[in-house]
């Protein structure tokens, strides 16, 4: 069963005009359901636009998107997919709980069960003595984490991350990256998370698409086979040698 | 400990500077049509109290109707001027440029137009320099968003009613208190001043120019008084208004 | 150029849609306005409280007294405005030069800005020019009564540019600061290289609402004072005659805010040659 399919597509920024871009040019994508993939590359490989693309926040310019089975379209309309940006954009005049429910209010689910739900999911990333606080008064890992809370919050069957982690420190960082894989496990969502750091790539993922820039193209698609993933992967002998193969298929990919 | 350092300088300047002008004005032996001591006008306060209150609701209820008619012109003019770009874009200009005319002088006039006894003249005034502040910073709220919230809200297939109600109203919130803050101490002034140019004279202005020509300078002085009293009422009622309805500001 | 050109039409359409809105009120309101509850709420739309925006127009031409043939009109508010023009001029002046050097002085020390800026922003949040009709008690004896108009428009005038001053002073970044430090730049050094150019973008728009506010200043001194010669002096004149002369206190209206206007403009032509490389501050433009 796949979550998410691309076939041939690409993207032209300013098509026609003098600055014209080609960030994404024939790309072929499958992600099976419950699979955990990465996209990693750099500055200007497109793989924020390709996330895009499977949000339906961008509309291609060539090829055809199927997320969960319907068009890209469809599937936004039909809130497929909860979606966490790099900056956790929050609204500050919310209380933590308030924002989680956001998505909940707008398909107009019932007040009590709003809560109870925003709950369970504040509870899932830890968070549950702060839903009556105000962003501003949450470090900035609190904040992505009450994101997650917000993307789960109507259980969607796939998951979409634009470098959620990038702000935040290093400790932090490799914190949530357990605490995600735990929830996404239990919950059984499909995720699609874009990234510029390798060893977070591939403690994540099932599978890493490594994309390169000018045009923006799938170089390598590098299946991750490291068991149940904890602090002590971060020390194993796989692990680094997955690193290596990804750093290798960057490397090889960028001319 | 912390707030003593916040508080202490401007409470020795503020007393220092009393006791300043006091002796100032006892050694100095200044003409009370120059400088009245503030003990001469602190003693005019306690006696003239009732007519003071009476004047300064007067006038407190003209700047309040002003405020409120301004601000709620100004704050629906800005949710119209958003809705389209070019019209947002060429009213700030107009808005500046409305703005640097001196709007007071608008007085005399309205009250040709309308009866001299009536207290509509000042309270337009009022409303008219009130709504400037207030349109220009609701507008500017209203336009800033949080490419972020733009793009979750698309995310979620929300219309644009629902993106407006959700996002942008509450996110212009604090902006509205800015250009309130700014108008609450406009309509005071406004509603005080517009009294020297004729009409109905029954505000603190009237009372001020009244007593000044009867060279009684330190009444006109505690009449002033009182109009700055009221001006940090209405100041301060904006600053708490604020706290309650943006309770999710921190304090810088 | 498409952004100015926008702009001008825009201004262009606002112009005709008040003049159009003046005639059409005109020509359905009720001569006598519209009360409601006993209280008039739209103003007279007869000719004597609202005069044909052709008969205003007309006015400024002919002579201000009627039936004698004194200088026409025009000429007398053009007098009143270079007049009050100078006392704003002088005035301005004054509460800029007070205004930059309370920022410089509370910027220097910390003390210093904790003391007074409550006090500033006191001023003007009350309506302390309520005191123009005692201050212009000190004319006649202490300075020449112009002088107490000048004094008031430079009280309302060094507000804006105290606050906007000291935040463009405070505005550098503090790797700015940690530089000049590693230059062993003292404090002075450091308020000329630094501070004052980084502040320019913030100065600017505070003068421009000094020079407002110098304006609304000598408007009301001059009322409050009886000083002549002045279009304050001038507006309540041609109103005293509205019943028997409607058009003239108009004119002497549009003649206060062209006055606004041209200080405005005046204020925005120094900016010129002084902003061409700095980004506009959007700090309060009103």
């Known amino acids: 069963m796949t979550a998410v399919v691309l076939e041939q597509v690409s993207k032209v920024f300013n098509q026609g005009r003098a600055d014209e871009v080609v960030a994404l040019s024939d790309v072929d994508l499958t992600i099976q359901r419950g699979q955990f993939l990465s996209l990693i590359g750099p500055s200007g490989c497109g793989k924020s636009t390709l996330l895009r693309l499977i949000a339906d926040l961008l509309a291609p310019s060539a090829g055809t998107v199927t997320v969960a089975g319907k068009p890209a379209r469809k599937a936004r309309l039909d809130q497929e997919y909860g979606i966490a940006f790099q900056q956790a954009g929050l609204f500050e005049w919310r209380t933590v709980r308030r924002n989680v429910e956001l998505p909940l209010e707008l398909r107009g689910t019932g007040r009590a069960e709003r809560k109870a739900r925003a709950d369970e999911m504040l509870s899932l990333v830890g968070l549950l003595d702060f839903a009556g606080h105000y962003p501003a008064q949450l470090s900035g890992g609190m904040q992505q984490r009450v994101a997650i809370a917000r993307a789960l919050a109507v259980h969607p069957p796939l998951l979409l991350m634009d470098e959620p982690f990038g702000a935040l420190d290093e400790m932090t960082r490799e914190r949530l990256q357990v605490e995600l894989l735990q929830i996404c496990a239990k919950t059984g969502t499909s995720t699609v998370f874009v990234t510029h750091s390798i060893p977070e790539a591939v403690f994540l993922s099932d599978v890493v698409v490594v994309m390169s820039p000018r045009p923006g193209r799938i170089t390598a698609t590098i299946p991750v086979d490291l068991g149940e993933r904890t602090d002590a992967t971060r020390q194993s002998e796989k692990f680094f040698a997955a690193i290596t193969e990804v750093r290798r298929a960057l490397r090889g990919g960028s001319s | 400990m912390k707030w003593a350092k916040l508080i202490l300088p401007p409470l020795i300047v503020g007393v220092g500077g009393i006791l300043g002008w006091e002796l100032l004005v006892k050694v100095g032996r200044i003409a009370p049509y120059v400088l009245p001591a503030p003990s001469a006008i602190w003693s005019e306060l306690v006696e003239q109290r009732s007519n003071i209150l009476d004047a300064a609701l007067a006038s407190g209820l003209n700047a309040l109707v002003g405020l409120v008619a301004g601000a709620i012109l100004g704050v629906l003019a800005a949710m119209l001027a958003s809705r389209w770009s070019l019209l947002s874009e060429v009213s700030i200009p107009i808005a500046a440029v409305l703005n640097a005319l001196p709007i007071i002088a608008l007085a005399p006039i309205l009250n040709n137009m309308f009866e001299s006894t009536s207290s509509l003249p000042r309270r337009l005034v009022t409303a008219i320099i009130v709504f400037f502040p207030v349109f220009v910073n609701t507008l500017r709220g209203l336009r800033e968003v949080n490419p972020t919230h733009r793009e979750l809200m698309e995310s979620y297939a929300a219309s644009g009613w629902t993106f407006a109600r959700l996002v942008r109203l509450p996110g212009a919130l604090p902006f509205v208190f800015t250009g309130l803050r700014q108008a609450s101490a406009l309509a005071v002034i406004a509603a005080v001043v517009a009294e020297y140019f004729g009409g109905l004279q029954n505000g603190l202005g009237s009372r001020i120019t009244q007593a000044a020509s009867f060279t009684a300078y330190p009444r006109a002085w505690a009449f002033v008084v009182g109009a700055c009293v009221l001006g940090l009422v209405f100041y301060l009622s904006t600053l708490l208004l604020e706290r309650l309805a943006t309770p999710w500001r921190t304090r810088t | ?286």
Request: hydrophobic residues 55%; glycine residues 12%.
């Open chain 3, 1 to 286: 150029m498409r952004h100015r050109l926008r702009l001008i039409g825009g201004v262009l359409v606002a112009v005709l849609g008040a003049m159009g809105l003046w005639e059409g009120y005109k020509a359905v309101g009720s001569p006598d306005g519209t009360k409601v509850f006993g209280v008039r709420v739209l103003p007279r739309a007869d000719d004597l409280s609202m005069p044909p925006l052709l008969s205003i127009l007309r006015r400024f031409a002919h002579p201000e007294v009627a039936g004698g043939n004194g200088r026409p009109v025009w000429r007398a508010i053009i007098d009143a405005c270079l007049f009050t023009l100078g006392i704003t001029a002088a005035g301005f002046v004054v509460g800029v030069v007070v205004g930059l050097l309370l920022a410089v002085v509370m910027q220097r020390f910390r003390v210093v800005e904790r003391g007074l800026l409550p006090y500033v922003v006191l001023s003007q949040t009350v309506p302390l020019v309520a005191l123009a009709p005692l201050i212009v008690g000190w004319g006649g004896v202490l300075w020449p009564s112009w002088m107490s108009v000048s004094l008031i428009a430079a009280y309302l005038a060094f507000f804006p540019v105290a606050v906007g001053m000291l935040r463009g002073l405070h505005s550098p970044s503090s790797i700015g600061e940690e530089l000049m430090r590693s230059y062993a730049a003292g404090w002075w050094r450091t308020l000329v290289k630094l501070r004052f150019p980084a502040a320019l973008p913030y100065l600017f728009p505070a003068l421009r609402l000094a020079g407002a506010a110098a304006v609304v200043g000598a408007v009301v001194g001059e009322i409050s004072s009886g000083t002549g010669g002045g279009i304050g002096r001038l507006v309540i004149a041609y109103s005293l005659e509205a019943t028997s002369d409607p058009a003239k206190v108009y004119t002497a209206m549009i003649g206060a805010a062209l006055l606004g206007l041209v200080v405005a403009a005046a204020i925005s032509l120094l900016e010129v040659p002084l902003m061409r490389h700095r980004r506009r501050v959007l700090g309060a433009t009103v």
